[in-house]
């Protein structure tokens, strides 16, 4: 990718103690300016701590944090040129919508008149030109997020700060607002940086994303990439759906491995560093990458008994028990051709593998 | 107040009118007894003749309003001239009621702010703390103030051993004693409603705030305090409308020369005044006053509702 890009926010080390809980493990990652970066984990991960330390609101335990090069660890909130969409908004009820999006212009040493400029272009940005004079609390969740988006980018900020901006929305708006978001962020050219713990919000909208876990950073790169190729087992797991399984290792060859699974179904994908042979390791395969066949293929295959075919829309869900192994989940999606390879409950059946479809994880 | 009445529910069936009416009889009853029936005897007594030591004679007159502002001479024939004894203690009582009110608001104020912001299970133990001198009799705690004050009390004893002064402080029988008084009685009533309305404040918003440039001053005078109104004005209505009328403070710490209009209406009943139809006026026109102030108040509270 465009490593010659600026680096807008640069985490040096970072790590954020509360008495003798770490919230924080020693996180460094570089945030590139105009980019759509997403810190991704479950709640308690420490994605949002990290947020608050970029805004200002959490001391910095040990390490640094730096702004276009410069520290900024020791600035009170209100001199960080970044600003923030908070979760539940925190709307000023006492002021109008255009009030409230001028407020930083305003705040930041703006007339009256020209936070009153800026906001309303900015409400125009958002579509919300018609409200300014109404009060938060007579809009609707999704136009109070609007307005919050609106008065955090109304001060041009060097950097956008997002905790968790659309998880109050329901799942129709929270999809429409993602798309808005995206157009914005490449619109406005602003670097954002977005917490979320829902893992397809991630993949839609983000550059690069940063999986954390246990206050830990996981592993940091592209959608495709951390989708495509986990780097560990909590990666693997927490985005997508996946099967994990437990292999030992046979062989390893010419950047191949071969290896068997419970059962003792043969396997072979590409070898990754750290494996030796004899070792017990884990592999993970997408279920929309296997394909359910009444016939065995040349390339990986198992064979099993199918248990169940789950309806789920979009796609159909097979469940199959190996012959003496693990259960393995196979999607098929949900159109003609696809519909014709689904195979009664109860019956015989062979999962094949697309070539590179299984991984294998150090951990 | 007494009675657990039923609000307006959306289905409004007969028998749901009845029983909400016979539910709130017994309010009805303790209001009507005990608010609205005094007040007409006031207002009756205020405009009938005075018996001497005490009572009055039914025979209407205006004379305890007249008595009030004017003055007709020793022997009640000369002409009327507005006279400012009564004036004046209502003037006196005004102002001291109402930096009664500042002061306890600037000290209340952050004290509230203090608790509100303090950990959830140490809360309840701070607003225990405040509220532990009330466990205490009013008349006790006010004559322990006198006491601390006076010229040979500790206070002026520990300022005169560290020589901070060489002769002691007249306080008692000042305005000064009066003033810290009322201050000291009715403090907790600033601190707990304002304390109520800071801890239901979203702190969220102060973050928001900071975000966007505010300096912690601008963002309690522009964020914070339009919040938290509400709990400021009852703060302020519970201070002073008690600290206007109080007798216990200027009674006991002030003397005869600091008097306030709870002093002046004590004295016409229990005293030796013994006039309860100049009583009964002095109170009419101290509710009037207290009632638009009160009007002010709610008047202003609902114009910045609409705005809202």
Same mark, same amino acid.
Do not use: D, I, S, V
């Given at each position: 990718m465009n490593d010659t890009a600026e680096i807008a926010v640069d985490v040096r080390g970072a790590i954020k103690r509360y008495g003798d809980f770490t919230a924080l493990q020693r996180i460094s990652l570089g945030i590139r300016d105009n980019e759509f970066f997403t810190l991704l984990g479950p709640s308690g991960c420490g994605k949002t701590t990290l947020l608050r330390m970029i805004a200002g609101f959490e001391d910095v335990t040990e390490g640094g944090i730096y702004l276009f090069g410069d520290e900024i660890k020791t600035l009170p909130p209100h001199k960080r040129p970044v600003n923030t969409v908070f979760q539940n908004y925190? =709307?000023? #009820? &006492?002021?109008?919508v255009l009030e409230n999006v001028g407020f930083g212009v305003e705040m930041k040493g703006g007339s009256r008149e020209d936070a009153a400029k800026r906001a309303g272009e900015m409400l125009e940005l958002v579509q919300l030109s018609q409200f300014a004079? /109404?009060? #938060?609390?007579? =809009?609707s969740g999704g136009q109070q997020q609007r307005v919050a988006l609106a008065r955090a980018l109304a001060p041009s900020p060097k950097v956008l700060l997002l905790d968790e901006p659309l998880s109050a929305l329901d799942l129709k708006l929270r999809k429409a607002m993602q798309v808005e978001l995206k157009h914005i962020q490449r619109e406005t050219g602003i670097t954002f940086i977005f917490v979320t713990h829902d893992q397809e919000e991630a993949l839609t909208m983000s550059d690069r994303i940063a999986v954390m876990s246990a206050g830990e950073l996981q592993q940091l790169g592209a959608p495709r990439e951390i989708y495509? &190729? #986990? /780097?560990?087992m909590f990666v693997a797991d927490f985005i997508g759906d996946t099967n994990l399984l437990e292999v030992s290792v046979d062989k390893i060859e010419g950047g191949r491995v071969q290896c068997h699974i419970g059962g003792g179904h043969q396997l072979i994908c590409d070898a990754i560093e750290g494996v030796n042979i004899g070792a017990k390791v884990h592999l993970s395969v997408r279920p929309e990458r296997l394909v359910l066949s009444d016939q065995e293929s040349d390339g990986n295959s198992l064979r099993g008994t199918v248990t169940e075919n789950i309806y789920i829309g979009r796609d159909i869900s097979t469940m199959l028990d190996l012959e003496d192994g693990p259960k393995i989940t196979v999607r098929t999606s949900n159109t003609v051709r696809g519909s014709k390879r689904l195979i009664q409950p109860g019956s015989p059946a062979f999962v094949n593998m697309e070539a590179g479809a299984a991984r294998l994880l150090v951990d | 107040m007494a009675g657990g009445a039923v609000s307006g529910g959306s289905v409004a069936s007969d028998t749901y009118k009845q029983v909400r009416h016979w539910l709130l009889m017994p309010s009805w009853l303790v209001l009507g007894l005990f608010v609205f029936a005094p007040v007409c005897v006031m207002v009756i007594y205020s405009f009938l003749t005075k018996e001497f030591r005490g009572g009055v004679i039914w025979e209407p007159t205006l004379a305890a309003y007249d008595q009030f502002f004017f003055d007709r001479g020793l022997f009640g024939d000369s002409d009327p001239v507005l006279q400012w004894t009564y004036i004046e203690i209502f003037w006196r009582s005004i102002w001291q009621a109402g930096l009664a009110t500042f002061l306890s608001l600037v000290i209340g104020f952050p004290t509230a702010y203090f608790i509100a912001t303090r950990p959830e299970k140490t809360r309840a133990l701070w607003v225990f703390l405040v509220t532990i001198p009330y466990w205490v009799n009013l008349l006790i705690r006010t004559v322990s103030m006198k006491f601390l004050l006076r010229d040979e009390g500790p206070m002026n004893d520990a300022l005169l051993s560290i020589g901070l002064i060489g002769e002691p402080l007249q306080i008692v029988n000042t305005n000064l004693a009066v003033q810290l008084g009322l201050f000291y009685s009715y403090l907790p009533f600033m601190v707990l409603p304002i304390y109520a309305s800071v801890e239901r404040y979203n702190f969220a918003m102060s973050e928001a705030a900071a975000d966007l440039y505010a300096t912690k001053w601008t963002t309690l005078r522009r964020i914070v305090l339009p919040a938290v109104k509400p709990g400021v004005i009852a703060g302020c209505v519970l201070v002073f409308v008690p600290s206007l009328g109080a007798f216990l403070a200027p009674d006991l710490l002030g003397?005869?020369?600091?008097?306030m209009i709870g002093s002046l209406i004590e004295d016409q009943f229990k005293g030796n005044a013994g006039n309860w139809p100049f009583g009964a006026a002095a109170s009419m026109i101290l509710l009037s006053m207290v009632l638009v102030v009160l009007i002010l108040f709610a008047r202003q509270q609902r114009r910045a509702e609409a705005a809202t």
């Open positions: 925190a =709307l000023f #009820p &006492h002021m109008t004079k /109404r009060k #938060p609390a007579q =809009l495509e &190729h #986990p /780097r560990n | 003397g005869a020369k600091n008097f």
